[in-house]
């Protein structure tokens, strides 16, 4: 890809990969400062509306090696939001978070979804998929094997109607 290219999906994508990176020597606002400088964006507030958000405010100066875990889950979706993407790449976002978290993150995609970003979610939590998705696809051997919305896709299950007895 030419860096013209890498510019423009920088600024169209956002993604979350399972286990994003964080680094230690840096405190929260720091790291979000650093992903808006990659991303080219002016800080205009943004760090601090993601730290208040994702319910930082108060650690944001904090360096990351003194978060506990569910702080540090917490701070790992905010990077790939900063810059309202045209489409949000989350794999597995709610491996690990703590209640405020999850309910966080699925507000995030409610309202990115809501304002027409496309959000693409891999995960294995069916439970979840099923409450938060509008379009679900089945990947078994790494072929899409079904795609439909959760509740026809569970309806199509027999012994159970879920989500979760679809897929098995």
């Known amino acids: 890809t030419s860096t013209r ?10 993604y979350l990969p399972a286990e ?5 020597e840096l405190t929260g606002r720091e790291q979000l400062g650093y992903a808006a400088q990659f991303r080219r ?7 601090d509306g993601a730290l208040e958000r994702y319910g930082l405010a108060d650690a944001a100066d904090r360096r990351g090696e003194g978060y506990p875990t569910g702080m540090r889950r917490r701070l790992r979706p905010a990077p790939a939001t900063l810059h309202d993407p045209a489409v949000l790449l989350l794999d597995e976002p709610l491996n690990g978070l703590d209640p405020q978290a999850t309910r ?22 069916l439970a979840t998929i099923e ?11 790494g072929r899409l094997v079904a ?8 309806g199509a299950a027999d012994d159970r109607p879920d989500l979760e007895s679809a897929v098995l």
């Open 20 to 24: 994003a990176p964080l680094y230690d």
């Open 147 to 154: 795609e439909d919305d959760p509740d026809e896709l569970a």
């Open 131 to 141: 409450a938060i998705c509008d379009r679900v696809g089945i990947i078994a051997e």
């Open 104 to 125: 966080t993150v699925r507000e995030l995609v409610a309202t990115a979804s809501d304002d027409g970003t496309a959000v693409l979610i891999s995960s294995h939590d």
């Open 5 to 14: 290219q890498r510019e423009e999906l920088t600024h169209t994508l956002g």
């Open 41 to 47: 964006l002016d800080e205009d507030g943004r760090v």
